[in-house]
């Protein structure tokens, strides 16, 4: 699984701004609707720390810092997981990362993992900058 992020850039504080993470998925193999997603985020100078997550069964979940603000969505006939980012701080200026599990079969299909380990492909990041 490839996975392109997209749509980063420089905002001012209380802007909004739409990520894209376009999956590429081998034809034999799963299809994109079966992978959980989620974005993660690395600030300069912090560890990499979770956002968002959507399991493979729909439900999804928040960081706390992001809550209210943030909405994540999926377009499984396209391949696409769609980070909408409205009143943008500055403590959101991080590089955001896409990320992709391929839960096991015995897994519920409603657990939703936070956990850098847990994801299984991860994209090459695209910068968000809020400026105050």
């Known amino acids: 699984v490839q996975l392109q992020a997209s749509g980063g850039g420089l905002v001012q504080a209380g802007d909004s701004l739409r990520l894209s993470c376009a999956a590429s998925v081998p034809a034999s193999g799963r299809i994109f609707s079966s992978y959980g997603m989620a974005w993660f985020r690395q600030a300069p100078g912090q560890e990499r720390e979770f956002v968002v997550a959507m399991s493979v069964g729909g439900s999804s979940r928040y960081s706390e810092s992001v809550k209210g603000r943030f909405t994540v969505s999926r377009d499984n006939a396209k391949n696409l997981v769609i980070l909408q980012m409205d009143n943008l701080k500055p403590a959101d200026t991080a590089v955001y990362y896409c990320?992709?599990?391929?839960?096991?079969?015995?897994?519920?299909?409603?657990?939703?993992?936070?956990?850098?380990?847990?994801?299984?492909?991860w994209g090459q990041g695209t910068l968000v900058t809020v400026s105050s």
């Open positions: 990320a992709a599990d391929r839960p096991p079969d015995w897994r519920s299909r409603f657990y939703i993992p936070t956990s850098i380990n847990e994801y299984d492909y």
